[in-house]
């Protein structure tokens, strides 16, 4: 204790207990769980299953539209990656994710909600995203939040890219697509429809009309050849993203009577089932691995031999059948599966002799598709890799020419929707660092590296629950209509799918602890610095400080009465307000050097930006334990410790200096 | 000895660092040599010649600083600020005629039993040797 005498006889000052005791609880969670480390985009999956646990459906939607702004299409065609590495696997079957995103996604269609104002724009820069298909979606999105200018160019009359031209409505409603599309569209996205970059306007024309930065998100629309003989030499053959597009642009025509789909992708199967809709009499999928090694989700493949297609596994074209011109059938081989080859599925032999013939007068190749790169122009500089998509950096997104990004489809070649939203945050980012002239090669990510950490919980004693189905068009109503197949989870589902998931790890990381306290007690923040860096992949540290000295200033009011007797033996009586030693920063001498930033040992420093090109550093004294470092390091002096600032430490001086 | 010296009471100011075991000790240094004022402050590296000059202003007699030993400051480099200040401090009090004397810096563990005793009782001997501070006496003056 202070020898309270000398100093306080003179004048009533406040009295401070330095604490450096630890009075920060954390509730710490080492790794992220490993459906969040799964999933492309970063989605925090087990939080908004948490937040559907305690039924706040819109916290969870809130939570999801962070890493994902189209979360009604995603529930509804992700291959959800996160669900194959679910740990509840180990148990019975993972946890519906998918289902339950949609299901919060459908919940707010259906209550009336407050549009969106648009976002204030901060910078003049402007961007222009060549393609609206979800890479491009979610990077307008991104850009947009950050205050740029953000034009998406549209080659077709509809928004959307594959999401609208590629899959059918009975599995993607065209008004979930557009709703989504306008709320982006809301925070001040313009999206010019029917306008080709390259014919229309070129990307010289844009660059005078003040566009900084370019992000080529064109998708993969034109399909690739079979290479089988007779493939150009007979009429019926329809390119399988043209069939869907027409269709999906409204022509519902019948291409024909019997239709065989090569491939086996989601693309195939949707086209399989777009023509038994369509009401040809005959459908069949021919697929040259077998069922397992089907790149098109399980239960697309289940609904579609539901239906009536027929699929025919381990088999590939030979050769073209046709008659007068026109094409009467396919000639199949038998295949088996011999040894893996470098994409680790298994590769397929053909077996001599056992060829046979389908007859049908339409064939849809589905096998691959690539981009289509008529809108550049012929003597473009980019550099291309051998299947026609664009080669960038695989961190930063960024192409060979300055200015210009590439990403989705036109980039990986044909991939999922939720890929393509990572890499539409991907290029937002590194378009922003790309205008702000930062190093772009700073951005330390690398996603596989990511991927590695998912954490493994050690399942014990779990009980097996069945998991919950959500149910399902009948087929006689499916057949002659385009309705959606899959129907929606009604609350309760939702809410006991929900319960399946195992919480792997101690914290769901809702992080509504820290928005439901009022008292601003629970505290969220970045252990590590290189967390940060990396991205949407953070840990978490929720700090509770339970010490009432480290409530904000003003709630934080301990009055003490000390009492002794002066040499008159007269009774004496002191009110103090205790006051915890904490450091603060005075703004105005403060440079933003960032070194008290690196030395606070209890992350109490944050530097927060003031005005452009300015930053400042912060204490938050609740986290603050005073002991100093800061102060000490602080090379300009802008920090310092309270009661050990000049004018108090001349206080104690003169006071003990004028005493008698 | 003259008489005026001998009712001398120096005043003696200690800036003591939190860390280094002065802080501990601190009750029984002051009762047992009341003319000794401590100030406690974090770390031996706030204090600076600005507040050593302000020290003699307000009529310090003397003034000693106490930090941690070489290599053990709690804040890493503390005590080496402290010891650059103590130089620049002495050259200055040296122009103001004050004697170098009047101001040491310890830079030690104090926890073992009186070993802050016997420092403080060296030092303030050494006071009462050389009298009240010339800058002390302007003031009384005046």
Redesign the interface.
Known sequence: ???LE?TLKKEKIKLFF?RLSSDVHTISRLEPSSCRVACPAGIQVKAYIGLIVAGKFQEALDLIKKDNPLPGICGRVCTHPCESECNRRKVDESVAICALKRFVADWELKKSVKRAEPIARISDEKIAIVGSGPAGLTCANDLIRLGYGVTVFEKLPFAGGMLTAGIPSYRLPREIINKEIENITDLGVEIRLGVKVGKDVGFDELMEQGFKAFFIAVGAHQGLKLNVPGENDYQGFIDCVDFLRNVNSGDHKKPGRKVIVIGGGNSAIDASRTALRLGCDEVFVVYRRSRKEMPANVSEIEEAEKEGVKIHYLAAPVKILGKKGKVAGMECIKMRLGEPDESGRRKPVPLEGSEFVIEADVIIPSISQKPDLSFLPKDHEFKLSKWDTFEVDPVTFATNIQGFFAGGDAMSGPNTVVDAIAHGHFVARSINRYLKHKDLKKITHSSSEVREWGFRLEIEGEKPIERNHFPKLSIEKRLNSFEEVDLCFTEEQAIAEAKRCLRCGPCVECQECVAGCSKRLVMLSFPHKEAQEIGRVPEFILRVPTDPMKLPRDKRSEEVVISWRDEEEKENQLTLALEP?TCFVDKDMCRGCGKCEKVCEYKAITLKPVKEGLVVSEIDESICK????C???CTTGAIK?RH?T?KR??Q???S????E | MSEEKKDFKP?V?AFAC?WCGVGKN??NA?EDFPDF???????S??INS??IL??FE???DGIIAFGCPEGKC?????NR?AAEEYKIAQSLIHLLGIEPKRLRLELDFFSEDGKLDSVIKEFVGGIRKIGPSPLRLINENK
């Open positions: 204790m202070y020898r000398t330095p030693i005073g002991c100093g470092t102060v000490a390091i410790a050990f000049d430490i001349e104690m001086l003169e003990c200096l004028n005493q | 005043k100011v939190h601190e009750i002051v004022k401590l100030i406690k402050l974090m770390c590296g706030r600005a507040l302000k020290a307000k009529g310090a709690h804040y890493n480099f503390g600020n």
